[in-house]
């Protein structure tokens, strides 16, 4: 079944490993110019963070290339690393809330819903997998796609957008 087997998804892993290790550095260069701002700015450490869903997605996608694990060892994998890439995503969150981070309370809701909808998938896609049932790694082209445009419009506010 190509819902519960790696062999088949090569390709969205290997379009997933190489779109996002070529976007990392975005953030990277975006942080590294802008990093006083970015300090004082008002939740903007935190979009930072949401940036960095980048490497989440390389490391779902390298973890999808290793050649010859069972669905159950991917699923764990995914699973775990997707846990840690949501506490660190709802940290973040949970923070700008009681901040109240951003121009208003709508655009901050907005942007929180996006970001856990891109994480939300790939979580989707650990336990399918574990499972056996619900999709399987059909949940990882939405979450991929999401994290990509969340990550890439983080990346966005901290280049030019700050500088506004």
């Keep these: 079944m190509p819902a519960y087997s790696a062999v088949e998804w090569e390709g969205l892993f290997l379009a997933g490993a190489g779109a996002s290790a070529a976007l990392t550095g975005l953030p990277f260069v975006a942080i590294s110019i802008n990093l006083d701002r970015i300090l004082q700015g008002t939740g903007l450490p935190g979009r930072a963070g949401e940036a960095m ?38 940290t973040i969150h949970v923070r700008a809330v009681q901040g109240r981070v951003g121009p208003d309370p709508a655009a901050l809701a907005v942007r929180i819903v996006t970001a856990q909808m891109a994480v939300l998938p790939l979580l989707a896609a650990g336990v399918s997998l574990l499972v ?8 990882l082209a939405p979450g991929i796609l999401l994290c990509l445009v969340v990550a ?4 966005w506010v901290l280049l030019i957008e700050i500088l506004r």
């Design 53 to 90: 869903l980048l490497v989440a997605v390389l490391v779902v996608s390298m973890l999808g290339l290793v050649p010859g694990q069972s669905p159950t060892m991917l699923g764990a994998e995914l699973l775990g690393t997707e846990l840690v890439v949501w506490f660190i995503l709802a």
């Design 132 to 139: 056996r049932a619900g999709g399987g790694l059909y949940w």
């Design 152 to 155: 890439v419009l983080g990346a």
